[in-house]
């Protein structure tokens, strides 16, 4: 497959205020950068849909649909009384009739509901317009800038069996695997397939591109299947010039369901 190179520069102009009002339909997949955030979800006006983000893996994919200014927020738990469901017996009655009519019925169950606790968002950002329904992988960092990036993930783009290499560093990387030799530039993408044969090891090796020497920052022997696709984060280590920190996060694909009429399937 032929690499692509996504120039990461340019997502900014695409995340800047979208205009008031404005509805965008996403498919969306989060990743968190630092530990698994639960107890969290997207808010929507009073309510939230809940989520949980991992940090080895990719999270299960949300339909979101709503407004370009997507917030994560803290959510609470909150007791409420679930209305009795109604009957056809009860169409028409008026107000007073219904009243009667309820009266000795045992008080309503209760439920629990997550609500937003109020408190500001974790992370925001601002989704880019786009016609249609668009794909995106969102990198959650609480706590730094605006705590999300936003990754275009176009199928087609980044096919099970092919790697991503997010390079975060001000400078380049080359990154080198059986297909050969790939540069990075500082803070954009690429997306290559590594030339491994399906359920086999390969070697992974990144250097730092900062003078011609190319100096080695990492080397791994990596596993590869054909129906997984990998994210490659590289950031670089604090103190220290030229070298990175390298994680992989795995997106699988979902299980298949087993067909209704099987041994195996739920009843």
Request: aromatic share 6%.
């Given at each position: 497959?032929?690499?692509?190179?996504?120039?990461?520069?340019?997502?900014?102009?695409?995340?800047?205020?979208?205009a008031?009002?404005?509805?965008?339909?996403?498919?969306?997949?989060?990743?968190?950068?630092?530990?698994?955030?639960?107890?969290?979800?997207?808010?929507?006006?009073?309510?939230?849909?809940?989520?949980?983000?991992?940090?080895?893996?990719?999270?299960?994919?949300?339909?979101?649909?709503?407004?370009?200014?997507?917030?994560?927020?803290?959510?609470?738990?909150?007791?409420?009384?679930?209305?009795?469901?109604?009957?056809d017996?009860?169409?028409?009655?008026?107000?007073?009739?219904?009243?009667?009519?309820?009266?000795?019925?045992?008080?309503?169950?209760?439920?629990?509901?997550?609500?937003?606790t109020?408190?500001?968002?974790?992370?925001?950002?601002?989704?880019?317009?786009?016609?249609?329904?668009?794909?995106?992988?969102?990198?959650v960092?609480?706590?730094?800038?605006?705590?999300?990036?936003?990754?275009?993930?176009?199928?087609?783009s980044?096919?099970?069996?092919?790697?991503?290499?997010?390079?975060?560093?001000?400078?380049?990387?080359v990154?080198?695997?059986?297909?050969?030799?790939?540069?990075?530039?500082?803070?954009?993408?690429?997306?290559?397939?590594?030339?491994?044969?399906?359920?086999?090891?390969?070697?992974?090796?990144?250097?730092?591109?900062i003078?011609?020497?190319?100096?080695?920052?990492?080397?791994?022997?990596?596993?590869?299947?054909?129906?997984?696709?990998?994210?490659?984060?590289l950031?670089?280590?604090?103190?220290?010039?030229?070298?990175?920190?390298?994680?992989?996060?795995?997106?699988?694909?979902?299980?298949?369901?087993?067909?209704?009429?099987?041994?195996?399937?739920?009843?």
């Amino acid at each position: 497959m032929k690499s692509e190179l996504t120039v990461f520069a340019a997502l900014l102009p695409l995340l800047l205020g979208a205009a008031e009002g404005t509805v965008v339909e996403a498919r969306l997949k989060f990743i968190s950068t630092t530990r698994p955030l639960v107890g969290i979800g997207i808010a929507q006006g009073k309510i939230a849909e809940g989520l949980v983000i991992p940090t080895d893996m990719f999270s299960d994919e949300i339909v979101y649909r709503g407004p370009a200014r997507l917030e994560l927020v803290e959510l609470k738990t909150v007791t409420v009384k679930q209305p009795p469901p109604a009957s056809d017996d009860d169409a028409g009655k008026d107000a007073a009739t219904s009243k009667r009519a309820t009266r000795g019925v045992k008080a309503k169950p209760l439920t629990n509901i997550a609500t937003p606790t109020g408190k500001p968002p974790l992370a925001w950002i601002d989704l880019p317009i786009a016609t249609g329904t668009q794909s995106l992988i969102l990198l959650v960092t609480p706590g730094r800038g605006n705590g999300i990036i936003a990754i275009p993930d176009v199928v087609g783009s980044f096919p099970p069996g092919s790697n991503r290499y997010l390079n975060l560093c001000p400078f380049s990387l080359v990154v080198m695997t059986p297909s050969g030799r790939q540069l990075i530039p500082a803070n954009s993408s690429a997306v290559s397939r590594p030339g491994s044969k399906d359920n086999d090891y390969y070697d992974l090796k990144f250097f730092s591109a900062i003078n011609q020497e190319g100096k080695l920052v990492f080397s791994s022997r990596t596993y590869h299947l054909d129906s997984v696709r990998k994210l490659f984060i590289l950031t670089p280590l604090p103190g220290n010039e030229g070298r990175v920190a390298v994680r992989d996060i795995e997106d699988r694909p979902a299980p298949s369901k087993a067909p209704e009429n099987s041994p195996g399937a739920p009843k």
